[in-house]
């Protein structure tokens, strides 16, 4: 008979503790009414020009920039939601706005969890990185894109970014943050994960976030990865949850969620449910946090630097304005997030899969792939075999897609 895991028992102090603590003053949210996480990009400037980048920054502030009064107000209108998501600031770089630390202790006065995602600059020096936690900031992450500076380097378009992040990510710990790093998965580092692992235990990460890239702003489909490699990496994620010291999350791969239950499916014999409730089987991989699985408009928000409101900052479609449109009105009734939340809209193998409730495939990819907010997910090894038997021909598969799906690029 498989051991029931227990929950903490590989993490590190900080990162057990972290979890404990969500585990206990958060329950489950009904994302038809409320959503665990809000991105809110304060900014789209940044000095930096990385070539994956969803927002395609630029280096100055746009002249249409909620103002602070604009800003204050949409804080209180996320408030409203009543379930204390967690709120990040992120951009560009959230560290161009000289009024970030006003909004965020504005933010933590109303309830809102906040987390910050700086650039890797000479901007989150010691001094205001103490000022972002007394602010109200708990958590900061960093982008890492490799364990190797030149290939990070390379991808951020900065020289000296890498070691940069590895003096903040330090910094940020220095001052009682607790520390995120992000890795962008795409073509030119998928081979070379491995390596991350002692570089996240060396500076004391507590999550690992996963980003597997979605074609969107200055990211292009060719810098995917296959399916079958898709495929793949979740497996590797799911056999370092058992034993890393930190916290794993697959970001814009819902698919990891259907990976992770039919490993922890064959560890119990085949008897876990398809919504993993069976005792202690949320703790096994980190899909403890929502067992739905969020999604783009399914228990996220995005706010755009101009106020825009979107499913996520992978599917940059306005469904509302913050200027004109109360954001919880059009979080719980407009047309486009009702349809991201609705599986029985979504087509081809996505929307006749068993796993359509806690997956459904990452919205944003079949946008930026097929044109397509409700197609199937490309990402996926179960559409890429329906695309290579003919049985699933969406509008947008060209030739050259196909082959970048199915790895034959």
């Given at each position: 008979?498989?051991?029931?895991?227990?929950?903490?028992?590989?993490?590190?102090?900080?990162?057990?503790?972290?979890?404990?603590?969500?585990?206990?003053?958060?329950?489950?949210?009904?994302?038809?009414?409320?959503?665990f996480?809000?991105?809110?990009?304060?900014?789209?400037?940044?000095?930096?020009?990385?070539?994956?980048?969803?927002?395609?920054?630029?280096?100055?502030?746009?002249?249409?920039?909620?103002?602070?009064?604009?800003a204050?107000?949409?804080?209180?209108?996320?408030?409203?939601?009543?379930?204390?998501?967690?709120?990040?600031?992120?951009?560009?770089?959230?560290?161009?706005?000289?009024?970030?630390?006003?909004?965020?202790?504005?933010?933590?006065?109303?309830?809102?969890?906040?987390?910050?995602?700086?650039?890797?600059?000479?901007l989150p020096?010691?001094?205001?990185?103490?000022?972002?936690?007394?602010?109200?900031?708990?958590?900061?992450?960093?982008?890492?894109?490799?364990?190797?500076?030149?290939?990070?380097?390379?991808?951020?378009?900065?020289g000296?970014?890498?070691?940069?992040?590895?003096?903040?990510?330090?910094?940020?710990?220095?001052?009682?943050?607790?520390?995120?790093?992000?890795?962008?998965?795409?073509?030119h580092?998928?081979?070379?994960?491995?390596?991350?692992?002692?570089?996240?235990?060396?500076?004391?990460?507590?999550?690992?976030?996963?980003?597997?890239?979605?074609?969107?702003?200055r990211?292009?489909?060719?810098?995917?990865?296959?399916?079958?490699?898709?495929?793949?990496?979740?497996?590797?994620?799911?056999?370092?949850?058992?034993?890393?010291?930190?916290?794993?999350?697959?970001?814009?791969?819902?698919?990891?969620?259907?990976?992770?239950?039919?490993?922890?499916?064959?560890e119990?014999?085949?008897?876990?449910?398809?919504?993993?409730?069976?005792?202690?089987?949320?703790?096994?991989?980190?899909?403890?946090?929502?067992?739905k699985?969020?999604?783009?408009?399914?228990?996220?928000?995005?706010i755009?630097?101009v106020?825009?409101?979107?499913?996520?900052?992978?599917?940059?479609?306005?469904?509302?304005?913050?200027?004109?449109?109360?954001?919880?009105?059009v979080y719980?009734?407009?047309?486009?997030?009702?349809?991201?939340?609705?599986?029985?809209?979504?087509?081809?193998?996505?929307?006749?899969?068993?796993?359509r409730?806690?997956?459904?495939?990452?919205?944003?990819?079949?946008?930026?792939?097929?044109?397509?907010?409700?197609?199937?997910?490309?990402?996926?090894?179960?559409?890429?075999?329906?695309i290579?038997?003919?049985?699933?021909?969406?509008?947008?598969?060209?030739?050259?897609?196909?082959?970048?799906?199915?790895?034959?690029?």
């Amino acid at each position: 008979m498989a051991q029931k895991p227990q929950p903490y028992a590989n993490l590190s102090l900080d990162a057990a503790r972290e979890r404990q603590e969500r585990d206990r003053r958060y329950p489950q949210v009904d994302f038809d009414q409320s959503p665990f996480t809000i991105a809110w990009e304060v900014t789209r400037a940044c000095a930096y020009a990385c070539v994956h980048c969803r927002a395609d920054a630029q280096p100055q502030r746009h002249p249409d920039e909620l103002t602070t009064e604009e800003a204050f107000r949409l804080i209180d209108q996320l408030a409203e939601f009543g379930t204390r998501p967690i709120l990040i600031f992120t951009g560009g770089d959230p560290m161009m706005r000289r009024d970030l630390f006003d909004l965020i202790a504005y933010a933590t006065e109303k309830g809102l969890r906040c987390a910050l995602t700086p650039t890797a600059t000479a901007l989150p020096t010691l001094e205001r990185l103490k000022k972002a936690r007394e602010a109200g900031i708990r958590r900061v992450a960093l982008s890492l894109d490799a364990p190797r500076p030149a290939v990070h380097d390379d991808f951020r378009k900065v020289g000296g970014s890498w070691q940069r992040t590895m003096d903040i990510l330090k910094r940020a710990r220095e001052v009682g943050l607790s520390v995120q790093v992000n890795t962008t998965v795409a073509r030119h580092n998928v081979d070379i994960l491995p390596e991350m692992v002692p570089f996240l235990e060396e500076v004391g990460a507590v999550q690992w976030s996963v980003f597997f890239l979605v074609p969107t702003g200055r990211a292009q489909v060719p810098w995917m990865i296959s399916a079958e490699e898709h495929e793949r990496v979740f497996n590797w994620l799911y056999d370092l949850s058992k034993t890393a010291p930190f916290d794993i999350k697959a970001t814009a791969a819902p698919m990891y969620r259907r990976v992770a239950i039919e490993r922890r499916r064959a560890e119990l014999g085949g008897d876990a449910p398809v919504a993993f409730q069976g005792a202690g089987f949320q703790y096994a991989d980190g899909l403890h946090r929502a067992p739905k699985g969020v999604n783009d408009g399914k228990g996220f928000l995005f706010i755009s630097h101009v106020g825009d409101i979107e499913p996520s900052g992978f599917l940059p479609i306005a469904a509302g304005n913050v200027r004109r449109d109360h954001v919880v009105e059009v979080y719980r009734h407009s047309s486009l997030f009702r349809d991201l939340r609705d599986p029985d809209k979504l087509k081809g193998p996505c929307g006749t899969c068993k796993y359509r409730e806690v997956c459904g495939g990452q919205r944003g990819r079949a946008y930026g792939v097929f044109g397509d907010y409700l197609a199937s997910d490309p990402g996926c090894v179960l559409v890429a075999e329906a695309i290579r038997r003919g049985e699933y021909r969406p509008e947008g598969l060209t030739p050259h897609v196909q082959r970048i799906v199915l790895g034959e690029a």
